[in-house]
């Protein structure tokens, strides 16, 4: 099966996309859609959206899972990454109905084992997992990746992490 994993971000979006057969996971490709901030935001969310199509077109993912959005502190920042996140998914659900989500925490305690997990140690995991000689750069590629992993092993309990 073919995953594509999904870190939200307006400036920054990682996307990492893996197959899998069986218990084993392969690394197709990593990296990041990135808007500069002198951009309007309409034509940062238009980027994003065309890339996205771009990355489904080349890859085509059977299944995509996205990083659920959480934010503490700027509201404004949050609002941006959700329109981000609004017009990936879109993108997305115009190319496919399997779509899934999960926490930060659900894929800490996924990769690493541990809910509060930092994020070296995510990337280091991850390094791991993919037999890996060096972490996945940009931050936002790995933790996308890691996104991708944690669905790949949610086996049968994927239905429950479906977006409604």
Excluded: W
């Excluded at 541990?114 to 996945?136: F, N, P, S, T, W």
């Excluded at 309990?157 to 977006?163: A, D, I, P």
Aim: neutral net charge; contains cysteine; hydrophobic residues 40%.
């Amino acid at each position: 099966m073919r995953i594509l994993g999904i870190d939200p971000g307006l400036a920054t979006l990682g996307y990492g996309v893996i197959d899998t057969q069986g218990s084993k996971i392969t690394l197709i490709t990593a990296g990041a859609v990135i808007t500069p901030p002198d951009m309007i935001t309409p034509d940062r969310l238009v980027k994003i959206r065309c890339d996205i199509r771009e990355l489904l077109t080349v890859y085509q993912p059977q299944e995509i899972a996205f990083e659920e959005l959480f934010f503490s502190k700027n509201i404004t920042t949050g609002m941006n990454v959700s329109a981000a996140r609004g017009v990936t998914l879109c993108a997305c659900a115009e190319y496919t109905k399997e779509l899934f989500e999960y926490t930060p925490m659900q894929i800490k305690q996924a990769i690493v084992g541990y809910g509060k997990a930092d994020k070296h140690q995510i990337q280091e995991m991850v390094r791991m997992i993919l037999h890996q000689e060096k972490i996945i750069r940009p931050d936002d590629a790995a933790d996308a990746v890691a996104v991708a992993i944690t669905h790949a092993n949610t086996g049968m309990l994927r239905e429950q992490f479906r977006m409604k």
